[in-house]
């Protein structure tokens, strides 16, 4: 699941809304989120800004730093299989 945090402006169309008559809604923030090939928004409350904002950034530095480490993983994998050629000779 991907996370991110949006602010978007949202219209209602809405018969009697505010929008109807040029008062614009917004900008509110949602959570935008992938799962099965849709995203999907969810509003966030203005008392929750803060915690949404902390755990969206944590869940960026993992996403980051396990990136780091596939990238990692994948140069030592290759050094192993130099490594292995090098040490390891075919029987004449």
């Not at 989120?33 to 944590?58: E, G, W």
């Not at 960026?60 to 490594?83: C, I, N, P």
Request: glycine share 4%.
């Amino acid at each position: 699941m991907v996370l991110d945090r949006k602010k978007l402006e949202l219209y209602m169309e809405k018969k009697g809304c505010r929008c109807e008559r040029g008062y614009k809604h917004g900008p509110y923030w949602c959570i935008s989120s992938l799962k099965d090939k849709k995203t999907h928004l969810k509003a966030i409350a203005k008392r929750d800004l803060i915690m949404v904002k902390v755990k969206t950034d944590n869940y960026r530095e993992y996403q980051r730093q396990m990136a780091e480490l596939r990238r990692l993983h994948f140069q030592v994998w290759d050094l192993l299989k130099q490594l292995r050629d090098e040490k390891i000779k075919e029987y004449p």
